[in-house]
C-alpha cells in the first residue's frame, strides 16, 4: 500500500489497470520494489485514500470484532482478549460499568479509525466505530480526541436510563438522549446483533454502534 500511495506515477498504473489484471500488476510491478522506493514521492498530504486503500465499512469492523470475541473463547486464543485491552485508546469509560474494553486503530494522512469492543456489567458486548476521512488534507491534531470523545458518549448514552444524567465518566456532560438520532438494522450473518447509527446533530462524524449479543434471540 506504501508502495502505491507514494512511488510517482504507479497508483496512476495501477488504476487504469483492469480489474481482472490488477492482481497480476501487484506481482510484477508492485512486490519487486524496495519499501525505500517510496521516498521520491513520500509526502504528508493524503494520497489515494479514496481509491486505492483497504476498505471495510463500520458493520465489516463489527463483524471482526464479534468474530474475535467468539475466538477468544477458545482457550487456546484465550490472550486475545488480553492483547486487544492491552491499549484502549484513551476512552477512560468507568470500569465498573464497562469491566471489559477492546480497542483497535488505525491512522495514515487523512484517515483516522477508532473502534472499540467493550461488555458491560450485565454481559451485553458493543462495538462502538468512528471513523473520518479527508482526502485533500491531514486531519487536524485534535481529531482524534474529538472521535474519543463521541465514542465515549455513545457509549454512556447505552447506559441504562437512571445513569445518563449529568456528567461522564471523565466529567464531560452527556448528550441527552433524544437529541441523538438512531436508526437500527439488522447485521448479517449474526442474525443476534444490531446496529445503530447514532449521529450527534453537532458533528459531521457519524458513529456506529452495534450491539451484539451472541446466542440471544
Not at 477458545?74 to 480497542?103: C, H, K, M, N, Y
Not at 479509525?113 to 462502538?128: I, S, Y
Request: hydrophobic share 40%; aromatic share 8%; with cysteine.
Amino acid at each position: 500500500m506504501l508502495l502505491l500511495h507514494y512511488v510517482p506515477g504507479l497508483a496512476h498504473r495501477y488504476l487504469a489497470t483492469p480489474r481482472d489484471d490488477r492482481e497480476a500488476f501487484l506481482a510484477s510491478s508492485v512486490a519487486p520494489l524496495p519499501i525505500g522506493a517510496i521516498a521520491d514521492g513520500y509526502t504528508d498530504q493524503p494520497r489515494y485514500i479514496d481509491t486505492v486503500e483497504w476498505f471495510a465499512s463500520p458493520d465489516d469492523i463489527c463483524r471482526a470484532f464479534a468474530g474475535l470475541q467468539e475466538l477468544a473463547n477458545d482457550p487456546q486464543l484465550a490472550p486475545l482478549s488480553t492483547v486487544l485491552s492491552r491499549e484502549v485508546g484513551g476512552i477512560d469509560l468507568d470500569p465498573s460499568a464497562w469491566p471489559t474494553v477492546w480497542f483497535k486503530g488505525g491512522s495514515e494522512s487523512g484517515v483516522l479509525t477508532l473502534g472499540w469492543l467493550n461488555t458491560n456489567t450485565a454481559g451485553d458486548t458493543f462495538v462502538v466505530q468512528a471513523m473520518v476521512a479527508d482526502p485533500d488534507a491531514p486531519l487536524p491534531p485534535d481529531a482524534i480526541d474529538d472521535l474519543v470523545t463521541l465514542a465515549r458518549q455513545a457509549f454512556e448514552q447505552l447506559e441504562p436510563p437512571s445513569a445518563r444524567q449529568g456528567a461522564g465518566a471523565n466529567g464531560s456532560p452527556r448528550l441527552p438522549w433524544d437529541q441523538w438520532a438512531v436508526q437500527a438494522t439488522p447485521v448479517q450473518p449474526t442474525p443476534t446483533a444490531l446496529v445503530c447509527v447514532v449521529v450527534p446533530p453537532s458533528s459531521s462524524v457519524t458513529v456506529s454502534v452495534t450491539r451484539y449479543r451472541p446466542g440471544r434471540a
